[in-house]
């Protein structure tokens, strides 16, 4: 988002700034990852300014959809299996991941799906004003809860931005 630099009152010092009045954030190298690991997230920003960074990615980013998110789930514990693979994959590419990225897998913060924070979802239905379609658990730490991760929610992004994040995915 940062890259994108500001449109219109997106995106600015003010913007990210009231984005933190709602979410706080540490840094993900510190170790209170273990008490409050959804800080490392931006968290708190509501579809409609994360729609202009999709675009600004380019073609083919854009949320996921319920179905693919859900088979993330289903694969979940065979890739935390393969962690040292992966690290090993990713370590090999001439352009390394942002140094977050290796952090997280080795944490094992990854995929983030049987708990971690409420996903918006591209969908069909429009939710209404202050409403965001959900997928996903939140951290109990966060908000107490006993979501099953699957299952779409309707969550007021009013009450609970904190626990509302966004994934990116790329069709190719």
């Not at 979940?76 to 040292?84: A, G, I, P, T, Y």
């Amino acid at each position: 988002m940062a890259d994108v630099g500001p449109i219109d009152k997106l995106y600015t010092d003010a913007w990210y700034r009231k984005i933190l009045e709602v979410s706080q954030r540490q840094s993900w190298r510190k170790a209170e990852f273990t008490k409050t690991p959804w800080k490392m997230f931006l968290t708190g920003v509501p579809l409609e300014e994360i729609i202009p960074f999709l675009k600004y990615l380019g073609k083919g980013f854009r949320l996921p959809k319920a179905e693919e998110w859900r088979k993330l789930l289903e694969y979940s514990k065979e890739l935390k299996n393969l962690k040292r693979e992966l690290i090993a994959c990713l370590e090999a590419f001439e352009n390394l991941p942002a140094p977050p990225v290796l952090f997280w897998i080795e944490k094992g913060l990854y995929p983030l799906v049987e708990e971690g924070l409420l996903e918006m979802i591209e969908t069909e239905k429009s939710p209404s004003k202050d409403e965001v379609i959900c997928i996903g658990k939140a951290w109990q730490g966060l908000w107490p809860n006993t979501f099953s991760p699957e299952s779409i929610k309707i969550i007021d992004f009013v009450l609970l931005p904190k626990a509302v994040g966004f994934r990116v995915v790329k069709e190719v």
